[in-house]
T-cell receptor
Framework: DQQVKQNSPSLSVQEGRISILNCDYTNSMFDYFLWYKKYPAEGPTFLISISSIKDKNEDGRFTVFLNKSAKHLSLHIVPSQPGDSAVYFCAASDRGSRLTFGEGTQLTVNP | GAGVSQSPSNKVTEKGKDVELRCDPISGHTALYWYRQSLGQGLEFLIYFQGNSAPDKSGLPSDRFSAERTGGSVSTLTIQRTQQEDSAVYLC?????????????FGEGSRLTVL
């Protein structure tokens, strides 16, 4: 039962444009959501998070949007840079339980 | 060290052998997690340690897998009688806050290849 799904395995955008990564979840008890970024041969690193009491959180070029009614969250990166090329994982937790991760989306930003 | 340290970084073993993977979390972090990533897959939860509480073992795929955390710090993940489907990158993470309201800090992983 895949409770967190990232339906796009890959995404390619031009440098300077917006990257939008999507994530859907099925468990309505999830109340905290995070995005992680992973470069090859490295462990994932935390990028940005959002609590279920909010619908938007912004940190520099990165913004996470949460639509609870649709059980959907998205990560916007603008402007995209070649160094943003990585695998992006969304993750969710239920009242402090362990994180459930999606399958990841490979983002490629072309110069 | 400053980050989560895992060893070995690479392990090649023959089917049927036992392997041990080690994780040294960030000092002071009370929570420790093991995940694995098989080729082309997402991060699969294995086990979670929080302080002195009983670990959450709900993600361990079979009884060939076990983990312990000694003294609330270093953790060892043991896989007995390895199978080819055990081949994956095994990732350890730690967190300073109980549960998952805080971010996880991941190590670089241990890549296991079972021939």
């Amino acid at each position: 039962d895949q409770q967190v799904k990232q339906n796009s395995p890959s995404l390619s955008v031009q440098e300077g444009r917006i990257s939008i990564l999507n994530c859907d979840y099925t468990n309505s008890m999830f109340d905290y959501f995070l995005w992680y970024k992973k470069y090859p041969a490295e462990g994932p690193t935390f990028l940005i998070s959002i609590s279920s009491i909010k619908d938007k959180n912004e940190d520099g070029r990165f913004t996470v949007f949460l639509n609870k009614s649709a059980k959907h969250l998205s990560l916007h990166i603008v402007p995209s840079q070649p160094g943003d090329s990585a695998v992006y994982f969304c993750a969710a937790s239920d009242r402090g339980s362990r994180l459930t991760f999606g399958e990841g989306t490979q983002l490629t930003v072309n110069p | 060290g400053a980050g989560v340290s895992q060893s070995p970084s690479n392990k090649v073993t023959e089917k049927g052998k036992d392997v041990e993977l080690r994780c040294d979390p960030i000092s002071g972090h009370t929570a420790l997690y093991w995940y694995r990533q098989s080729l082309g897959q997402g991060l699969e939860f294995l086990i979670y340690f929080q302080g002195n509480s009983a670990p959450d073992k709900s993600g361990l795929p079979s009884d060939r897998f076990s983990a312990e955390r000694t003294g609330g710090s270093v953790s060892t993940l043991t896989i007995q009688r390895t199978q080819q489907e055990d081949s994956a990158v095994y990732l350890c993470a730690s967190s300073k806050t109980p549960g998952n309201t805080g971010e996880l800090f991941f190590g670089e992983g241990s890549r296991l290849t079972v021939l």
